[in-house]
T-cell receptor, first 114, second 116 residues
Framework: NAGVTQTPKFQVLKTGQSMTLQCAQD?????MSWYRQDPGMGLRLIHY???????DQGEVPNGYNVSRSTTEDFPLRLLSAAPSQTSVYFC?????????????FGPGTRLTVT | KQEVTQIPAALSVPEGENLVLNCSFT??????LQWFRQDPGKGLTSLLL?????REQTSGRLNASLDKSSGRSTLYIAASQPGDSATYLC???????????????FGEGTQLTVNP
């Protein structure tokens, strides 16, 4: 298994540009989530999904959209990038949100918005 | 709102030393607690998962304990090695009954350096 994969690894955007961060997992996990990691603030939950077709907001959802059309993929969209969205983004998955499984993280996408 | 604190923020020790990393959380109503390791520029690797009903978990040279009533967890690393150098993060998960599902609340981590 490749586990949780994220693309791209690095990205530089200009203010106002849009882009999609890709996340995929090949473990047939129901639960997927997106976090951002910022110095002094730790990891914070952006959006999550408990299964295909079901998404919900986390702690810091503003400026981000998600969808979950398949079990494998959970893309994160920035519609109009802002400098405040400069961060490292991590995607995570676990087998079932209702149970005690640990979460598996992808390698991250480092995004810079100028 | 759950808050997770990790002390110290950074730690430097000589190789071979046994060490303890601390994690505290404000709301004792947790479902489980997970310790992660993060290498520079990399993602998070899960080390240990402790259920709320457990007191400790062990994996190799790592031992994690949980005292839910006092809101504390410790990660004990025995006979530290330079390869243990990384940032160690703890994260707590809320009870099942919450609609937030499997969301984790993270501490900011302890940056560990083990010197040869």
């Amino acid at each position: 298994n490749a586990g949780v994969t994220q693309t791209p690894k690095f990205q530089v955007l200009k203010t106002g540009q849009s882009m999609t961060l890709q996340c995929a997992q090949d473990m047939n996990h129901e639960y997927m989530s997106w976090y951002r990691q910022d110095p002094g603030m730790g990891l914070r939950l952006i959006h999550y999904s408990v299964g295909a077709g079901i998404t919900d907001q986390g702690e810091v959802p503003n400026g981000y959209n998600v969808s979950r059309s398949t079990t494998e993929d959970f893309p994160l969209r920035l519609l109009s990038a802002a400098p405040s969205q400069t961060s490292v983004y991590f995607c995570a998955s676990s087998p079932d949100w209702t149970d005690s499984y640990e979460q598996y993280f992808g390698p991250g996408t480092r995004l810079t918005v100028t | 709102k759950q808050e997770v604190t990790q002390i110290p923020a950074a730690l430097s020790v000589p190789e071979g030393e046994n060490l303890v990393l601390n994690c505290s959380f404000t709301d004792s109503a947790i479902y489980n607690l997970q310790w992660f390791r993060q290498d520079p520029g990399k993602g998070l690797t899960s080390l240990l998962l402790i259920q709320s009903s457990q007191r400790e978990q062990t994996s190799g040279r790592l031992n994690a304990s949980l005292d839910k009533s006092s809101g504390r967890s410790t990660l004990y690393i025995a006979a530290s090695q330079p390869g243990d150098s990384a940032t160690y993060l703890c994260a707590v998960r809320p009870p099942k009954r919450e609609t937030s599902g499997s969301r984790l609340t993270f501490g900011e981590g302890t940056q560990l350096t083990v010197n040869p």
